[in-house]
T-cell receptor
Framework: KAGVTQTPRYLIKTRGQQVTLSCSPISGHRSVSWYQQTPGQGLQFLFEYFSETQRNKGNFPGRFSGRQFSNSRSEMNVSTLELGDSALYLC????????????FGPGTRLTVT | GQQLNQSPQSMFIQEGEDVSMNCTSSSIFNTWLWYKQEPGEGPVLLIALYKAGELTSNGRLTAQFGITRKDSFLNISASIPSDVGIYFCAGQSGNQFYFGTGTSLTVIP
């Protein structure tokens, strides 16, 4: 079974731009969560999607948004990028039967200059 | 948000030694998980714990869900060089997961 895939793996953007990151969960997994990882703040929860609906949201500004498609693939968007948005963005998926066992993708390294 | 205190922050050990790290919280969690992350990769799930007092092993790794539901520990026996990485604990409460700050493990051959 293929793991969680994320594209792109690396991205460099300029302040003020917007960015869209993509995540394909493990086949059969319908829950997708997004996290931001930085050296200073560690792993922080952004949001979770299940069956195309946002089920939970962390404490991030509205510039961070996401969506999930009918095939469970998910995208997250960050608008009006700030320097502090530079981070590793991780996506994790889980199955209905083992909802609390999250499997992470390799992440997208976003650098904002 | 809920804070998970993970200790130690870093460890430097000789190959063959046993390793112990733990995670404590001021809040109760329903599930504890342990992950390992290597440079340039996402965290990999090592062990999931679902009941207070539960002790679970995965090869040389053993983890326990504390009786109070506010703590968990991970032991690695007979460490080898490929154990190098950052180990994270995570606690689940409701629909959210909270992660510890990580323990960086270096194994000296």
């Amino acid at each position: 079974k293929a793991g969680v895939t994320q594209t792109p793996r690396y991205l460099i953007k300029t302040r003020g731009q917007q960015v869209t990151l993509s995540c394909s969960p493990i086949s059969g997994h319908r829950s997708v969560s997004w996290y931001q990882q930085t050296p200073g703040q560690g792993l922080q929860f952004l949001f979770e999607y299940f069956s195309e609906t946002q089920r939970n949201k962390g404490n991030f500004p509205g510039r961070f948004s996401g969506r999930q498609f009918s095939n469970s693939r998910s995208e997250m968007n960050v608008s009006t990028l700030e320097l502090g948005d530079s981070a590793l963005y991780l996506c994790a998926s889980s199955s209905r039967t083992h909802a609390y066992e999250q499997y992470f993708g390799p992440g997208t390294r976003l650098t904002v200059t | 948000g809920q804070q998970l205190n993970q200790s130690p922050q870093s460890m430097f050990i000789q190959e063959g030694e046993d390793v112990s790290m733990n995670c404590t919280s001021s809040s109760i969690f329903n599930t504890w998980l342990w992950y390992k992350q290597e440079p340039g990769e996402g965290p990999v799930l090592l062990i999931a714990l679902y009941k207070a007092g539960e002790l679970t092993s995965n090869g040389r790794l053993t983890a326990q869900f504390g009786i109070t539901r506010k703590d968990s520990f991970l032991n690695i026996s007979a460490s080898i060089p490929s154990d190098v990485g950052i180990y994270f604990c995570a606690g689940q409460s409701g629909n959210q997961f909270y992660f510890g700050t990580g323990t960086s493990l270096t194994v000296i051959p």
